[in-house]
């Protein structure tokens, strides 16, 4: 005769196997013969996380906690919120689920990346530590930990536990990627031999490629081969045209919206006097590798102003209050619908979504470079919101996310796996960031790259002036913030602000010629 454990164990076990459909049914037949039970529903949690049904798990969890509550479901709660971007109450399940309550390794890594999806990097490294004390051969632990170490700026022990990952796994593609990003390559110190052999391992493996690629580059271009770093760009992301194409299909969509609805906007000028009049947030938007997180660090740097690093809330509001159908956060039907919609609303939900990061700052900075699709909205739903536009030079812009492996899961950063299609899509960025800054030019500075990192005093001072904060010397002094940073630029960021990045894509001349027509610049 079955009894409920032996339900639970079943479940557990085609779990650990992927059979998604038994587990499932096991957790269900147990509580049709023995009512509500606190670990079959935590369990129907998890599948449905795997399955990347959130919104469901998030339901399922909830039911557990409130027939029991578990530190362990609130972890898994963690994850949820992380996943879909909602800080506070991720934050919330984690204070539910210190590190003294969980004595599991995967649920205290579990823990730590809900932790560092949120950008708390140095609160996720006591759960890494705790989990790999109980499991210290897990690679996917020491990779995890080693990304946390990273982005908080311990670089030597981020170098230790990605190479324990690696010992752990050889073909880990993740680790040999995050080591060789990490920098500190010579011709005495480098990781070629051992990643040569791996390129033709993986080319059948989407994902490994473009890591293998990408940290291949990283390597050639520490050693002078630019040739050889190009090639392996190219053949990294050679896969990918199709989806870069299609990524600009989709934005050219949602710029032409963007453009009909800026003039029509403009010329009814209505502004609702439901509009919140809070001057709290401060967005710093441009495209990816132009500057946004220095500024975001000078920023930052200020006495009365609070980072939020790169926050998805301004279009996570505009999506709640719209409801379009679609699964996508930025497309086209949710910017027309946006421009129908409520943004008042919009505004206070975002105020509603940011306000435990800011706490006790005057000021918070969102530095999410994507918000340039939404800076008219911005405009309208908080007018008195400051935007700060980044530009830098666009052959240095196109480069450098051509060079750049970005999130390679995220809709937003499709578009960078092709030259000519980042040089279309920088094109289009530009014109319309200009004419919206026509539009609104007390509301957007447009802040060029160049003449910040020439003339970091001057600069600086008027940035300040245009957020409306006084002067305080200590925003020169970048390198002394010592906020943990989640972007690419994360240890160029520790460094005094300077113009090395300058001209950099000049490397790359002889192989960007096509680009360089495109762009006008011969």
Known sequence: MNTSHTHLDDAVRFLSQRDYQQAHRCCVELIQQFGPHAHAYFLLGIIHIEIGQIE???????????????????????KCFALKGDMQQALDCVARSPVKSLNRALDLDTVGVSLSRVGLHEDAIAYYEKALALTPSNPQCHYNYAVSCKFAGKFELARKHFEQAIDSEPNFFQAHFALSDLGGISRENNHLARLEPLVEKVKANPDARL?????????????????????????????????????????QAIFNTLHANLQSQVSSDAFSTNLSQSDAPIFVVGMPRSGTTLVERILSHHSLVASGGELQDFGVAVKQVTQTSSQLVLDTPTIESAYKSDLAKVGELYLQRTAFLRQDAKHLVDKLPFNFFYIDLIRQALPNAKIVCLLRNPMDTCVGNFRQLFSIHSPYYAYAYDLEVIGQLYQSFEQWVRKVADTYPNAIRLQSYEQLAQNPQAEVKDLLAF???PWEAQCLQVENNTLPVSTASKVQVREPINTRSIGRWKRYELQTEALQKSLGII
């Open 56 to 78: 469901k798990a998030i339901a399922l969890l909830t039911k557990s906690n409130e027939i029991e509550n578990r530190p362990i479901t609130f972890a898994y709660l963690a």
């Open 467 to 469: 957020c409306n904060l």
């Open 211 to 251: 890591h293998i690629g990408h940290a291949l580059a990283k390597e050639y271009e520490a050693l002078g081969d630019y040739t050889r770093a190009f090639e392996s760009l190219q053949h990294a992301k050679a896969p990918q045209k199709a989806r870069s194409e299609n990524t600009l299909k989709d934005y």
